[in-house]
């Protein structure tokens, strides 16, 4: 049985009425238990144990420690292509908006990766848009296979794929596949996708199972806060982890916690999460799910991010760029327009740069973020895996 079929079987709305009319004393006694089922995570994410952050957040806190050390992972996203054929409405690579776009060839990947590791990392995660025009199996394996030699640790965010297109990425070296289902309301998820591939909601929700059979041995999911309920999309996300630790067992999962930022589109979230709300959500996943790592990302503002990283963070990232190119300026003589998959390219002499998917809130360098980490008592971890482990 796939994650789909579980996920048409959850007592959904049962478990989100259970969240609203818990009490205090209900909540101080559940966040005190060492095992913790899915109703009790409802019970965790209600308004009533969001008077009990101090507490939660020093539960978190002991149990981070205690699974992970002092330790924060670093990792830093490089953007392939911002060339899309999904009508998504909130992001900013959306097939119909009006933005320049381009692909990264392998050499410009390559010039990108290593002004990443002049900096540091060793762990990236390679982002493109969903095009098969521009953003093939062939080309991603390709950009991997250039990467492998010289960065430790690659992960993978891009379209959805059969496990048979996976196998070839992973044999080149890719080891991560990171994949958002963006909301688990399968109503708002049909407004949001309104063209493309991306509008198959079952296929996008079994991809972390086939991605697993391909071989991955990192597994990375999250809901983007701003679409539904955030407390909806906190029980799916926590149900679908829990589905994954116990049916793929062998692979480390991660939950990232991305709340909607402005982008090209100008597309406004529907729904709010309050800086407090995110805080109590990290605090309850990570007594839910004590040893699934949680990544925070530069959507999110320098003084919340401080605040976060010894709550229960385990991975962040750091110096951030949403648009392709953007570390080096790569690919810069290449940036174009697209219509319905035509290249028009821009007129002679312009002199652009390619649009981000996001705007980013923490700009701080990939240096003070780790200074940051160390004043905080932490390690800043830049490297935790090699293939000569596994060779």
């Not at 640790?153 to 996976?166: A, C, H, K, N, R």
Request: net charge negative; hydrophobic share 40%.
């Amino acid at each position: 049985m796939s994650f789909v079929a579980e996920f048409n079987s959850l007592p959904l709305s049962a478990l989100l009425q259970r969240s609203r009319v818990v009490t205090i004393a209900q909540a101080r006694s559940t966040a005190a238990r060492d095992k913790l089922s899915l109703a009790d995570f409802a019970e965790l994410i209600s308004p009533a144990a969001g008077e009990l952050l101090e507490t939660l957040c020093q539960r978190s806190q002991a149990l981070t420690r205690q699974r992970f050390g002092k330790t924060i992972r670093l990792f830093a996203p490089l953007y392939l292509s911002n060339e899309c054929i999904n009508n998504c409405k909130y992001c900013g690579f959306s097939r119909d908006n009006p933005i320049l776009r381009v692909t990264l060839s392998v050499d410009d990947v390559l010039r990108e990766a290593r002004s990443l590791q002049e900096q540091g990392f060793r762990n990236i995660l390679l982002v493109a848009g969903e095009h098969p025009k521009f953003v093939a199996s062939k080309y991603m394996a390709d950009c991997v296979a250039a990467l492998h030699h010289e960065i430790p640790g690659i992960s993978l965010e891009v379209g959805p794929m059969e496990t048979d297109e996976y196998r070839p990425l992973v044999a080149a070296g890719a080891d991560g596949l990171v994949v958002y289902q963006e909301t688990y309301d399968r109503q708002i998820y049909a407004e949001m996708h309104t063209a493309g591939p991306k509008r198959n909601f079952d296929w996008r929700l079994e991809t972390p199972e086939r991605a697993y059979a391909a071989g991955f041995r990192r597994l990375g999911i999250g809901a983007l806060y701003g679409m539904a309920d955030w407390r909806y999309e906190a029980l799916c996300v926590a149900a679908h982890a829990e589905y994954l630790l116990k049916n793929c067992w062998k692979a480390q999962l991660t939950i990232s916690l991305p709340r909607l930022r402005p982008c090209a589109g100008e597309f406004e979230p529907l729904t709010t999460m309050q800086d407090r709300e995110l805080v109590q959500l990290v605090c309850a996943l990570r007594l839910f799910l004590p040893d699934a790592g949680i990544v925070l990302s530069t959507r999110e503002s320098a003084k919340l991010r401080d605040g976060l990283i010894p709550l229960g963070i385990t991975m962040i990232s750091a110096g951030s760029h949403t648009e392709p190119g953007g570390y080096t300026g790569a690919g810069r003589e290449n940036i174009h327009r697209t219509e319905r998959g035509r290249i028009i390219p821009l007129a002679e002499g312009a002199s652009e740069w390619a649009t981000g998917q996001f705007e980013i809130a923490d700009e701080r360098s990939p240096q003070e973020i780790a200074e940051l980490v160390r004043r905080l008592g932490y390690e800043p971890v830049w490297k935790d895996w090699d293939a000569a482990l596994t060779a």
